[in-house]
């Protein structure tokens, strides 16, 4: 479907547009990292056919699919990746990929071929702190991957998962990766999976992380170091200047999370089975993806979901709660995230609510 076709498809069919979706080709990976929310290794029993994700992507392509985001586990072990991402981009759909970078140098030639719209690579502190959380060696693959990405001009984004074992690394990164027209996508790791909620960074060191986040973005041009908060960042600061156009979790919405043996669910990161909307085994993604009962934590949402963090919140209805994988991981409720930059700072540095939002939660509260 070409994009006018695909913008003509949605305005008459579809109340959601799908943007993006993020596919989890594999569960098989080649490590096994101590923060993996997948919980990945070995590969499903039933994982997808080649003839089956084939089929899936042309749904993906019939419902108007923007781009798809192929990732694990790790991709590229699969050893029909290359099929699928051709088929992803005969269809008309942008193609992306997250990757460990291991296996980089063994199909960077394939990559340029597909000539992919990013290729993700995680990298998760210096040298001793990376190859603890993943394995040894991985440091210096996901560095030779950086490398060869950057001189085939494929655009590459490190993505950084932060937790107290590595928190305290974010300078020693920006080093390794200013100057060099790398995307920096800084997420916070989650207590599901491999992960020990241990770890979890609290919330005066979230707050620090994004007050790096956005110092970087003030201080350095655009091209020298993007850097950016995945969803897990916001929300509608009183201190922190952000550009806040968040107006809710995008899971259901706008994107969508596949796993390898074809459940379809809001997001991957939510990591629990309650979530899945169906199989395309059973249901085609078509079906499940406009059927009305679908997503309905996002679709169907109401101020009544509220958890207690944000029912009293002045920006509640534009917001819905922040990211619902971080709600429901912190707090095991949706649209009641912990994370949230304004709470924070009400908490922490006293800061006060604007009389025009004060006069607004004491109407919520009445109600």
């Not at 001009?153 to 100057?179: A, H, M, P, R």
Request: proline share 3%; glycine share 8%.
């Amino acid at each position: 479907m070409i994009p006018l076709e695909r913008e003509i498809y949605n305005v008459i069919n579809m109340k959601y547009n799908l943007d993006c979706a993020v596919w989890e080709l594999t569960l098989e990976c080649n490590l096994k990292c101590k923060h993996c929310g997948s919980s990945a290794g070995k590969a499903r029993k039933n994982e997808l056919t080649t003839q089956e994700c084939f089929n899936l992507c042309e749904d993906l392509s019939e419902v108007g699919c923007r781009e798809v985001s192929l990732m694990g586990g790790e991709p590229f072990v699969r050893e029909d990746w290359n099929e699928i991402a051709w088929c992803v981009k005969d269809l008309g759909m942008d193609l992306a990929f997250v990757s460990n970078g291991i296996l980089i140098p063994q199909v960077i030639e394939k990559l340029n071929l597909l000539e992919p719209v990013v290729v993700g690579v995680s990298l998760d502190g210096v040298k001793e702190t990376h190859d603890y959380i993943r394995r040894k060696g991985s440091y210096d693959a996901a560095h030779q991957a950086i490398e060869l990405l950057l001189e085939n001009d494929i655009q590459t984004t490190v993505i950084t998962t932060i937790s107290k074992t590595n928190f305290k690394e974010l300078l020693e990164l920006k080093k390794l990766i200013y100057g060099k027209g790398i995307n920096w996508q800084i997420q916070v790791c989650m207590p599901f999976g491999y992960f020990d909620p241990s770890l979890v960074i609290s919330q005066e060191e979230y707050y620090a992380s994004a007050m790096f986040i956005v110092s970087e973005r003030i201080k350095n041009k655009f091209k020298d170091m993007p850097v950016v908060g995945a969803h897990c960042y916001g929300y509608f600061s009183h201190l922190l200047p952000r550009n806040n156009r968040w107006d809710g979790c995008t899971a259901g919405r706008s994107t969508v999370g596949l796993t390898s043996e074809g459940s379809v669910v809001g997001c991957l990161s939510m990591g629990n089975n309650q979530f899945i909307e169906g199989n395309v085994r059973d249901r085609s993604f078509k079906e499940i993806w406009e059927d009305p009962n679908s997503f309905a934590y996002n679709r169907n949402f109401k101020r009544d979901d509220f958890g207690e963090n944000c029912i009293d919140c002045f920006y509640g209805e534009k917001c819905k709660g922040g990211c619902n994988s971080t709600s429901y991981h912190l707090t095991k409720k949706f649209h009641n995230t912990p994370l949230c930059l304004r709470k924070i700072e009400e908490k922490l540095f006293d800061v006060k609510i604007p009389k025009k939002e004060r006069s607004n939660v004491q109407e919520v509260k009445s109600l």
